[in-house]
């Protein structure tokens, strides 16, 4: 099991991955799931508690600074968000549902890594697709 705290510098209540499901060269697949408990849940809808959009992206970056941070150790420095593409939300995440988040690497120009990311819940339902860039800060 991979320690994430060892891996990113993210810490709570902003760390939103769990574990590592798997890992290689270009590709990386977490797990995460958001208790009721979790502290945007209070104003995001009180009554209907949705995960915000913005919190569903950043799942993803982080997921895919894991692999980042993993693939590359010699890049130093911050893995930070430099671009979003597209991101496409398909579905609603609720309290207590499983995610599947995957991190795709498509190309690396220097410190920028370009990537795609998914989320699904229950390993079938599309929550999220993204593209997006990170870069070494």
């Known amino acids: 099991m991979m320690d994430i705290k060892a891996t990113i ?34 104003g995001h809808y009180p009554s209907n508690p949705i995960t915000p959009g913005v919190i569903l992206c950043e799942v993803v970056f982080q997921t895919a600074a894991v692999l980042i941070l993993k693939n590359f150790p010699l890049e130093k420095g911050t893995p930070v968000l430099a671009k979003i593409e597209e991101a496409r939300f398909k579905s609603i995440v609720k309290p ?31 929550v999220l697709k993204t593209k997006f860039s ?4």
């Open 9 to 42: 510098p993210h810490r709570e209540p902003f760390l939103f991955v769990d574990t590592v499901e798997s890992i290689d060269e270009k590709k990386i697949v977490t797990r995460k799931i958001f208790t009721e408990n979790e502290y945007f849940y209070k």
């Open 96 to 126: 207590n549902e499983a995610l599947e988040i995957t991190a795709e690497l498509e190309e690396k120009y220097g410190k920028f890594f370009l990537m795609n990311g998914v989320i699904r819940k229950y390993k079938e339902i599309l």
């Open 134 to 137: 990170l870069a070494i800060a």
